[in-house]
């Protein structure tokens, strides 16, 4: 009996996910660099060939990994989609910022070396950008709306702490502790209504 499209449509996204899961483990653990087409084939449990049924390139399928994860940490900023960010969705996205991190440490590792790598960050920084542009917008209006003297500077200054605690977690999650460090953040940068 011949498959319907959708059959062929989640045939599809299966072997797409288990391309890109083989491919986040040899992009974190190994490096971009030195992880072939060949290898994330092999790790996936395909042929070369069929690889590039799914992917044009290493490239388009690491900017697949990175727009995926920033996508959903996008997400989950303004989850009503009002376009207003309260003091409760800001804590919302820093618990579930860190959330995140502790249940997917590899593409959290991913995420940082392609932001180190000049060459690799090159090509995903327009990509980067675009998506998260919105959710810097409402930041900015958020601590502009709380008086904050320097909205933008303030914004920035929470994303490197986030990206730092982040940071540090993965290099020893032991001297800092993720749940201890959600409400730190949100009483450091979430200011009282």
Request: proline share 2%; net charge positive; glycine share 6%.
């Given at each position: 009996m011949p498959r319907t499209?959708?059959?062929?449509?989640?045939?599809?996204?299966?072997?797409?996910?288990?391309?890109m899961n083989a491919a986040l483990e040899l992009f974190a653990n190994e490096g971009y660099y030195t992880t072939s087409i060949s290898k994330i084939a092999k790790a996936?449990?395909?042929?070369?060939?069929?690889?590039?049924?799914?992917?044009?390139?290493?490239e388009e399928l690491v900017?697949?990994?990175?727009?995926e994860g920033l996508n959903k940490l996008a997400e989950l900023f303004d989850p009503n989609k009002d376009g207003v960010l309260t003091r409760d969705e800001f804590a919302?996205?820093?618990?579930?910022?860190?959330?995140?991190?502790i249940e997917n440490p590899t593409y959290w590792r991913l995420y940082f070396s392609i932001m180190m790598q000049v060459?690799?960050?090159?090509?995903?920084?327009?990509?980067?950008?675009?998506?998260?542009?919105d959710t810097m917008q409402l930041l900015v209006d958020y601590y502009q709306k709380r008086g904050v003297k320097d909205p933008l500077g303030e914004a920035l200054l929470f994303g490197a702490v986030m990206d730092g605690i982040t940071m540090n977690y993965l290099l020893n999650p032991e001297m800092f502790p993720l749940e201890e460090f959600k409400q730190k953040v949100i009483d450091k940068f979430?200011?009282?209504n």
């Open positions: 499209p959708e059959q062929f449509e989640k045939i599809r996204e299966k072997m797409r996910k288990q391309i996936a449990g395909i042929s070369k060939g069929l690889m590039y049924n799914y992917f044009d390139s290493k900017m697949s990994l990175l727009k919302f996205f820093v618990e579930k910022s860190f959330d995140a991190v060459g690799i960050y090159d090509m995903v920084k327009e990509m980067y950008a675009s998506i998260l542009k979430g200011y009282k």
